[in-house]
Each structure stands twice: as structure tokens, then as C-alpha cells.
């Protein structure tokens, strides 16, 4: 914290003058620091807080290339090289546990990154009273726990008294009970239509906020030159929200290989397995459940580090194409 | 001339009936689920049983609620996850002033530094099992304090009132505040946060629902039934469908009851949030609006 970022990029340039960059640098900070003690005063908690909790565990990253035992600890236990690594990529889970959060991540993505924008774009068209009174019910969703929308899901799909198999069957489109939830082929789309209904209205929100701060008299200009509601949805709308969509795209890139695994442990059951058995839920039942720390963080590891090599990768080429960035 | 502006205005109509056809049909789809989890959980589960609800009660009785009130692991569940709600919410709030303000002042040298150490937690953690072996050296495994210490701040929270801050005060005002000789603690608490209450509700409602749902960090840290957060007993109930704690005696009377108890159940934990959520939903929209545009 004694440092600041435009002290480090000079530190390296010649001290030739009485002054140099390093002790203007310090200087401007003790004088900030005069100034502004009781703002810092106000920081300290949360920077404690913050290397305790997020930067202390970053350091036990490192039992990921280390034979951990309990005994010596984290900074104790004797290097490994890449062996946990090596376990990971011959084992036979992992092919299917990779392709699993793949695949889940990607179609999730797929459906429930576009279904917002399409939602935000239909609110924007119509009455803002009314548009402000549907915009709070589809929030309410996003306020149901994830143990409750599975709970619902649950319940919902249960053979026996599950509204879905009694509306199925009253429609005589189906003659026996379907277990929905005990069946592999359902487990993907239970589980994104389910946080579609949970989370759609949430994601639109952004976008409104987006559309909002769209300038009115560009349509009334368009409007008085003859171009119909649709032509300005095409050509001034969805135009002026294009940013935000990228940032969104961004974000959400990468955190691909990171698929809510509170919410797919929860959706697991031992008959869907084979689909719904994911990195992440994967390095709880090694770590947590089987106490295999070391190799668990390395799995860990390995997961995080696709996620922000894909962030960078997408947020590189967004720069270039559209010159819209993260950093 | 004429027949273009015609044919235009017919096209309009056109497209919003379509719009609003949409959209009803999106609004249906989101409430079904909500209204029919209401119905079930105040009907006759023998109507229940014979598939006879599907939107509207049938046969009023409220006997589900009657049983949540016997039922001593919601009650457990319940009084743990309030107490930890209202522990660490107003916790978090005052954390997350505490690193916005400063940071949201241009002439305070290292801020860009220390956005940077709170945003990269964002994009990298040490993981779910470095996080765990911190946590057993801390001695917080089992410990009602994990539920409410670690994870102080959010850092989109973080970000989202940095910018309301920014953004949204005006400078005058606090350099005014300044001027007449106000200290920087002054100013927050007396002139800074008086005006940023459309913010302040809406972080607030994050952090509630934030730990009023979670169900994970107690999965993993805790492990007394007298300690467990509603959420877990939730899932023990909802999704492993287990009841131990509840049996009235007669097999046939108590899967009568669960149809109608798990419904009651998940009305009974989610009405909170709801309520809250409509309660601060005005200054919902100013709040994150504001706080995102430049997230």
C-alpha cells in the first residue's frame, strides 16, 4: 500500500535531479497520506480482511505442485512438481469432467446470455408503467435461493404428484410418470431453463439501464424521416446497447469453465452422473469429501487458470474488433 | 405520402401487439411456478395427491404452517440464518463504505492500487480447498463466525457504490462540506451517505439475500445441526426429501403431509426476501443503474 502504481513504473529511470520520480512519488503520497489519514484509517479493515480471506488462500495455491500432509502444512510440505497434474490429465474422470463443464457452460451461455438482451429490447417498446411493473416480477425469481429453485425443480418433476407429470399426462402427451430427475437427458435442460426463470429478469436489468440512456430525440428524428418501430429497434436500439453487450460476453467468458457448481451439486443425483458431475463439484468430493487437498487444488487450479486465460483471450480480440475493453 | 405514413402506423401496431404478446406470455412463465408453490402449500394435499391443483388451491387448509411450526429443525434453521442475516449484513455494509468512499476520491494516492487488489478477487481466488485450509487455521471450522467474518466485501458490490459515489455526489458538496471545516469521517457519515440512500438500500438487499441463501460456506465450514443455516435443512427437506424430526406416527399421514409441507416450506423461507426486495424496489432502479453504468 506504500506504493503506488506510478511509482513503480518510474522506479527504474535514472535519479540524476534532486527530485526524483521515487521521492516526488513519496512525497505526493505523504502528503495524501496527511491529508487523507482518516480515509486510510477507513481502508485498513478491508484491506486485512482482504489478505486474510482472498490473499492468504492464494498463497495455498501452491500445495497444488506440493505432497501435502497436515502435519508440516502449506509452507512445510515437500514439492511434487507436476504429479498431481499428471494424475488429473491420465485419469479416466477426466475427459467426461471436463467435456461435462464444457458443454453444461457453453449451452448455458448459449440460451441464457441472448434470452435478457431479447427481454430488456421487449420492455424498452412498450409503456415505462408497465414496463416498470413487469420488470419487478421477473426480479422476484432472482430472490428465490438456489436450494429452493432446485427444491421447486424437485418438486415440480416428482413422477408421482409433480405438476409437470400431471399437466404432461392431463394433455395425454405422455401415458407413465417421466423421472425427470433421475434421468441423464434432462439434466441439462432442467438446469438451464431453471436459471433462465431465476436469473432472466436480473441480467435484463443491466441492458434497461443501458436502453435508458439512449437519447429520445434520435427516435423522434428517425421517426419523423418515416423508419418504423422495428427499423429503429434494427438501427438505433440494439446499435447503442452493442457495448454493453460485449462487456457482458466478456465477463461471462470467463467464467466458462466455472459453472455454478453450488447449484449443479445440488441438481446431482447418482443416476445423472455421467452428465452432471463437473470440475468444480468434482474438486469438493476430492477435497472436502476425501480430504485429497493437494490433488483437489490442483484441479482447482487448472480450472481457474482456463478461466482467465479465456477472459484475456476474449477480452484481447473484443479490443481489437470492436475496441471495447475490460482493461 | 399519405398511404406510407398508413402503412407505417399499421406496421407499428403490428409489432407492438407482437411485443406485448411476448411478454405476456414471459410474465405467465415466470409467475406459474411462483403462484403454484403458494396454492399447493395451502391446499388439501388429497387434492394434491390426485394431481386436482393446478394454479388454484383446493380445499383451503392451512394445516402445512400449522406443522412448520412443530417442526424444531426449520425453527433452528430459521433463528440461525436471521442471526447471521442481520450480523453480517450491516457488517458488510459498513465494510464496503469503508473501502467505496476513500477509493472513490480522485486526490487519495494508492487508490488504483487498491481497487486493483479487491477487483483481481474477482477474476482469481485461491480455490475452493486453499480456502478451506485457511479457514482450519483460522480455527473457524465449526465456528458460528465463518458464517458472517470471511468475505467482507463483495467487489462487485464494491464497484457498484464506488461508482454511485463518483458519479452520483456531487463534488461541491463535499468539498462545501470540507470548506466549513468537516472532517473526512464527517463528511461520509453526515453528508455522503445521507445522499446516497438509493445505493445503500440496494447493497443492503444484495447482502441480505446473499446470506440468506447461501447454503455452500455452511455445507463446507460447519458441521452442529444446532448451527446449520436454514438453507441446509431446506435442502434436507426439498431435495434429499428427508423428514427426520417431523414423523406424526402414521406413514400414509406424513407423506400426506410432505406433498403439502414442502411447498409450505419453500413459501415460509422465501417470503423474507421478497418482501424486502418490493420494499426497496423504488430506489432499486436509481441505485444499481447509477452503480453499473460504468461497472
Redesign the interface.
Known sequence: ?????TISRNAYQPCVQAASPLQTGLR??N???K??Y???L??I???I??I??????????Q?AFKDYSIRKG?WGSAWCGFEHFERLFTSANFAPIFWNTLILSVLNMLFSFPIPII?AL??N??NHRVSGA?Q?????????????V???L???CSP??G?IN??L??LNLIDESIYFTRMSQYFRPSYIISGI?QS??WDA??YI??L??IDPTIYEAASID?A???KQLLKITIPSVLPTIIIMLILKS?KIMSVGY?KV??MQTTTTLDVSEVI?TY??KK??GKQE?DY??AV??F??VI??SL?AIVNRISKKVSEVSLW | MNA??KR?LN??TF??TI??I??IF??T???Y??I??VS?SVSDPKE??L?N??LLPKGLTLRAYQSILNYENILIGYRNTVFYTCVATPYNLL?TI??A???S?K????R???T???TF?M????????????MVN?HLINNPLVMI?????NASYFIIMRNYFTHSVSEELIESACVEGA???QT?FQVVLPVSRPVLGVITLYYL?DH?????SAM?YLKDNDLMPL?IF??R???L?SMDGMSEGNVMEDQLLY?VL??AV?VA??LP??I???FV?KSF?KG??IG??K?
Open positions: 500500500m506504500k506504493n503506488t502504481p505526493t503520497f502528503k495524501s497520506l491529508l487523507n482518516q480515509l486510510y477507513l481502508l479493515p478491508v484491506i480482511n482482504f486474510i480471506f482472498a490473499y492468504v488462500p492464494m498463497t495455498g495455491v500445495i502449506i427481454l421487449l420492455l417498446e412498450i413487469f419487478t416480477i421477473f426480479i422476484i425469481p432472482h430472490f428465490v435461493s438456489v436450494v429452493v432446485v427444491g421447486i424437485v418438486a415440480f408421482s404428484t405438476v400431471v399437466l399426462k392431463r426463470w432472466v429478469g436489468v443491466i439501464s443501458a435508458s440512456a418515416g418504423s418501430r422495428f470467463g453450488e451439486y445440488l468444480s474438486v469438493y477435497g472436502i487437498f483437489a487444488t482447482g487450479l480450472d481457474s478461466n482467465l477472459l | 406510407r405514413i407505417k406496421s407499428d409489432y407492438i411485443v406485448y411476448l411478454l414471459a410474465v412463465l415466470c409467475l411456478p411462483l403454484y408453490v399447493a394434491l395427491m394431481g391443483v393446478l465494510l469503508f473501502a468512499y476513500p477509493l476520491r486526490n487519495l494516492s494508492g488504483n492500487l487498491v486493483f487488489l479487491i478477487t477474476f482469481f481466488s485461491g480455490g475452493m480447498i486453499p480456502k478451506y485450509l485457511n483460522l467474518i470471511p468475505s467482507a466485501v472532517s473526512q469521517w461520509l439475500s440468506w441463501s447461501s447454503y455452500f463446507m438453507q431446506l435442502r427437506i426439498l431435495i426429501q406433498e414442502k411447498y419453500i423461507s422465501t426476501m421478497t424486502a426486495y418490493l424496489r432502479k444499481i443503474m453499473s453504468l461497472g
